[in-house]
């Protein structure tokens, strides 16, 4: 009876791995322009041919329409407008590159090229728009929209092999509301397929890690990156609370001297005091002079503990590295890095491929015990 149970959970587990990879396999459904709010937008072909399909309240049409053919699509009232016409939902679908761009604010987005069927929607006086993308070219696509202005190929593997781990592990992120994942920082960043200086390095060095993952005792990880170090990366639980024995911290030489290695800020002292809530006449002054040197993840005044995680977010600072002083009315501070300094620093990578590093030598400085295999395992 053991034994049969046995078989069954694995079989069951088995089937939902395979299922998880079958959907992964199909491309994930990416809400595009997830960071813009826009009720018009424009659509075509950048060659060839595209089939739109009107669903509305009383009928389907279907109609093609070739490279001269722009579609602009709006909202009125709450409703989906093709040539005035109100529908539930629009269709394209084409085997070429589609071109897209929104309405923001008082200018057009710029131009972004799409491959796979477009679906858009309405959300109240607002458009959605859900791109069903390749699996490779979505990949390509984060790698470029995350560090497309590097030219090395060893830096985009290593992208590419992480961001790979993160759509496998993500892919049901937001299947509530009838797609996978956004476009945007709170999944991976994603302007389209690549267009850029590099995009047939990017594409490249994507095709070489094809289907490749990160794992750690056989899962998939949380393939955690960011911009810049600072010159020193935090471990997960000084951000989140979650501890995973495959990040660590690491004093990063690489990152430094990058664009995004310094900043500075002024913060009002009474916006400061405001946040923290403690006693008025609080010593900021000697509390500052009074820190350890090097990173912190917190602060500590009295009883109670402050995350800089949650500082950073608040004042939406570039990253909770920094040294603060009391200037006048004005906490002043001198900060290192950008992003939130977990796992694989994007500049310190590239600065890495520089020197001449393999993209596994680049996963295995920033992650540890780290091993790499094929996605369909999972």
């Not at 794992?215 to 951000?239: A, C, R």
């Not at 310190?348 to 369909?376: C, H, N, T």
Request: with cysteine.
């Amino acid at each position: 009876m053991r034994k049969l149970f046995a078989l069954c959970f694995s079989l069951v587990v088995s089937m939902a791995f395979g299922q998880k990879y079958a959907s992964y396999a199909s491309g994930p459904r990416v809400l595009t322009f997830a960071d813009v709010e826009y009720g018009r937008l424009q659509l075509k072909v950048k060659s060839g041919m595209y089939t739109l399909t009107a669903y509305t309240p009383d009928s389907i049409f279907t109609m093609d329409y070739g490279v001269d053919d722009v579609h602009p699509l709006y909202t009125f009232r709450g409703d989906l407008r093709l040539n005035r016409a109100g529908c539930d939902s629009i269709v394209f679908t084409t085997s070429d590159t589609i071109e897209m761009r929104a309405w923001r604010g008082k200018n057009w987005t710029p131009t972004r090229p799409y491959l796979g069927k477009v679906t858009i929607r309405p959300n109240l006086i607002y458009l959605e728009t859900i791109v069903k993308v390749p699996v490779e070219p979505y990949i390509a696509g984060v790698v470029e929209a995350e560090g497309g202005m590097s030219a090395e190929p060893e830096y985009h593997k290593a992208q590419a092999v992480l961001a790979r781990t993160w759509l496998i592990t993500n892919m049901g992120k937001h299947k509530k509301e009838g797609y996978h994942i956004k476009d945007d920082q709170s999944s991976q960043a994603f302007k389209g397929v690549p267009h850029g200086k590099h995009a047939a390095i990017i594409s490249e060095a994507v095709a070489q890690t094809k289907d490749t993952i990160a794992t750690y005792s056989s899962k998939p990880i949380i393939g955690f990156y960011h911009s810049n170090s600072g010159g020193q990366t935090v471990l997960p639980q000084d951000v989140w609370s979650q501890e995973l024995p495959y990040c660590r911290a690491v004093f990063d030489p690489f990152s430094k001297k990058e664009s995004k290695y310094r900043w500075t800020k002024d913060i009002a002292l009474s916006d400061w005091k405001a946040y923290f809530k403690i006693a008025e006449d609080f010593d900021w002054s000697a509390f500052f002079a009074g820190l350890p040197e090097g990173r912190q993840t917190h602060y500590t005044i009295g009883d109670q503990i402050f995350k800089l995680e949650t500082l950073r977010r608040h004042f939406k600072l570039r990253s909770t590295y920094f040294t603060a002083s009391v200037v006048g009315d004005t906490v002043h501070l001198e900060g290192y890095g950008f992003g939130h300094g977990v796992g694989m620093a994007q500049q310190g990578a590239m600065r890495m491929a520089v020197g001449g590093f393999q993209w596994k030598e680049i996963l295995d400085f920033y992650f540890q015990k780290l091993s790499f295999e094929p996605v369909q395992n999972f």
